[in-house]
């Protein structure tokens, strides 16, 4: 890892999995610890971009601006905490080649589990492109941080959990402030 660079935390999992709001609880506390670090996530990126195409070949695109993005904050020291689905191992290897400081936080959830939310209505619609109906997911093999999510826990559990990951990862000891 690159002292002279910020770290990416990129939290991945299926739509409606609870990755932005892990983002929003983790944010304060890995700006506390690593120093100054904004949150976005893909959601917020595809808006100010208004990119709404979702095809394999769009998300693989939109994965290498996202790239180029965190580049760009991560090069003048700023961390970055980013929430995407970013269930594709090939932008997932790009990312580890071209980001050096990146951590990795999966979170798994089942798409039965999905469905009966009630704010994730493409699980059970016609929607097209949807990662777990008709994109397969390609989850990590091995990620810095696992949590799995059967809305059975509240998010705070799951913060908790990611910080006790995190603090022992021997490649974060020379980032803490």
Known sequence: MNKKLGILFRISGLPGSGKTEVAKLIHPKINKIFGPTIMYSGDDLRKITNNNSYTLKDRFNFGI???????????????????????????RKKLKKEIP????????????????????????????????????????????????????KNLNHMKNNI?????????????II
């Open 65 to 91: 601006q996202n790239i180029a993005l965190i580049k760009l904050i991560n090069a003048q020291k700023i961390n970055v905490i980013f929430a995407t689905v970013g269930l594709s191992s090939k932008i």
């Open 101 to 152: 400081n990146y951590i990795e936080i999966t979170i798994k959830s089942e798409v039965s589990d999905l469905k009966k939310r009630k704010d994730r209505k493409f699980y059970n619609d016609n929607s097209k492109h949807v990662w777990g109906r008709d994109i397969k997911v390609e989850y990590p093999k091995k990620s810095d941080v696992v949590l799995i999510n059967d809305f059975k």
């Open 163 to 175: 910080f006790n990951d995190l603090t022992k990862l021997k490649k974060l000891k020379n980032f």
